[in-house]
RNA sequence: AGAGGAGUGGUAGAGCGGUUUAAUACACCGGUCUUGAAAACCGGAGACCUUCACGGGUCCGGGGGUUCGAAUCCCUCCUCCUCUGCCA
């Protein structure tokens, strides 16, 4: 969520970045806010009065009884009984003000970085980056959702049978590759300075609050309704709410996590035909790193993130390119995003497989996440997250890339791991 | 899950209805002294809201209530500890 005090000063800024994202009612939505921030603030004030007033009268009180003069006490009592009446209405109207305002800044998502180029949706980001080539299949190569059943290594009917469509069952050299990955991302992690955490997988109401899930993607998360828990979507929701209403010194700067775990999507409304096999499921797995910085750093380490990215793509010898996504393409919480895309041969399509953001100080607001700087005043971090990398779309171009006649060959970087070198 | 106990500033720990603007200790930072350090002494130090500022207000696990006045009394939720039960 934005600071109110952002929308009064940086007016003029705010409005130009939303405009990017090509919101009909952003312009009014932040008028609502500043108008009713001058309110809140004018009554926060005349209510602060009125208590200064009745402690100093309450004080004084105590002193009259003492001395035993319960007239005059009795008279002041009565002053502060409807001074304190007043203070309940002026509270009342705080709370309304507060609530008000809040439930407008859940609306009004991030402002989009000065680089960032306006669009309507996916067909206005740019390609500001490519590597690799596409390889030349054989002429009876076949999509992954064949070759999981070829090799019988993914089963999506036994999936569907105890669970539902979109949850897969991983078997032999199938559930190996999965804990390969996992590992080689975790591996790769840790050798460019993150630790590893392994979270909950359930988080609370806070928490998705906190990281900005919710209220925004509320029908997306799976809930469990008996303890009020949500199952994560992504990693990033518990490992950045670690540091909800914290204060970290200078020294602990930057903190840089990683972390494997499943994630739960329940992607309503959002299937058909281009989503067949592992391009979209209601649970997969994923390393996510996740980086709290110094404001002045973030967009360096934003970029030092992306070619963590970039480098996993090219150890595993896929072609990718690289995305810098439009205002109207962009999460409701980020500043600046890049995608990672993979091109499986097979399909003849691009997949997304990591999006690398820079939320600034959107969800440090919420969280509550500060530091203190050298002057010793409490400010506000920037937050950063990135797959790296979400394991399906990574199987599939995997599978399809690397086809032979005797069968998939295991890239060179991932044989320690896996401890076979084809699936045949 | 049941019974009992407890949650106070970075930590420990007093206070149990009105000089608490939360004592005190330790830890922390600055200063004096010292060649330097230690010790000793002096001083400082939290968060949030509001104000250009001075200042004011709020914060004793969260929320609500009683009272002129609540860390202190009541209700409720959460967390931790002990015992019992259950269970990877």
């Known amino acids: 969520m934005l600071l109110v005090q ?21 312009e009014e939505w932040v008028a609502e806010a500043i108008a009713i921030d001058k309110q809140r603030r004018e009554t926060q004030r005349w209510v602060d009065d009125l208590k200064a ?3 100093t009268d309450s004080k004084k009180i105590g002193e009259l009884i003492k001395t035993g003069q319960t007239e005059e006490a009795n008279t002041l009592k009565a002053s502060v009984a409807t001074d304190k009446q007043q203070i309940k209405t002026g509270e009342a109207a705080l709370v309304k003000y507060e609530e008000e305002l809040k439930q407008l800044l859940y609306k009004i998502p991030n402002v989009p970085q000065a680089d960032v180029p306006a669009g309507q949706g996916a067909e206005d980001n740019q390609e500001v980056y490519k590597h690799g080539s596409v390889p030349t299949l054989p002429s009876n190569a076949l999509p992954h959702w064949e070759l999981i059943k070829k090799y019988d290594i993914i089963d999506f009917d036994l999936g569907v049978k105890i669970s539902g469509a979109g949850f897969p069952v991983y078997k032999g050299k199938g559930a190996k590759l999965q804990r390969a990955l996992i590992n080689f991302f975790l591996a790769e992690a840790e050798k460019a300075g993150y ?5 909950p997988i359930v988080i609370n109401e806070a928490s998705g609050y906190g990281t900005g899930q919710l209220p925004d993607k509320e029908g997306q998360m799976y809930f469990v309704k008996e303890d009020g828990l949500y199952l994560i979507p992504t990693a990033e929701v518990p490992i950045t709410n670690l540091y909800r209403d914290v204060i970290l010194t200078e020294e602990t700067l930057p ?36 980086q709290i910085t110094k ?18 793509l090219q150890k595993l010898e896929l072609p990718y390119r ?7 393409d962009m999460g409701f919480n980020s500043a600046m995003t890049y995608d990672m895309e993979v091109f499986s041969a097979a ?31 409490t400010q506000l971090l920037h937050t950063l997250n990135g797959s790296a990398l979400a394991l399906p779309r990574i199987v599939a171009a995997l599978l399809e890339n690397n086809q032979t006649e005797v069968g998939i060959k295991i890239p060179e970087a991932l044989r320690p791991f896996t401890g076979f070198d084809w699936i045949n």
């Not at 990683?258 to 390393?287: I, M």
């Not at 690289?322 to 109207?328: I, M, N, S």
């Open 6 to 26: 952002t929308l009064r000063e940086e007016t003029a800024r705010v409005l130009k970045g939303l405009a990017k994202r090509n919101l009909t009612r952003a």
């Open 53 to 55: 007033q009745s402690n």
């Open 195 to 199: 630790l590893e955490i392994q979270p």
């Open 255 to 290: 903190v840089k996590n990683v972390g494997y775990t499943p994630c739960f999507r329940r992607e309503a409304g959002s299937w058909g035909a281009h989503v067949r096999g592992l391009n979209r499921l209601h649970q997969f797995d994923k390393v996510e790193i996740v």
């Open 295 to 312: 404001p002045e750093d973030s967009y360096a380490v934003l970029n030092e993130m992306c070619l963590h990215v970039q480098g996993l």
């Open 322 to 328: 690289k995305l810098l996504l439009c205002g109207g």
């Open 347 to 377: 399909q003849q399509r691009w997949l997304e497989v990591s999006s690398v953001s820079n939320f600034e100080t959107y969800q440090a607001n919420r969280l509550k996440l500060r530091y203190k700087n050298k002057e010793g005043k």
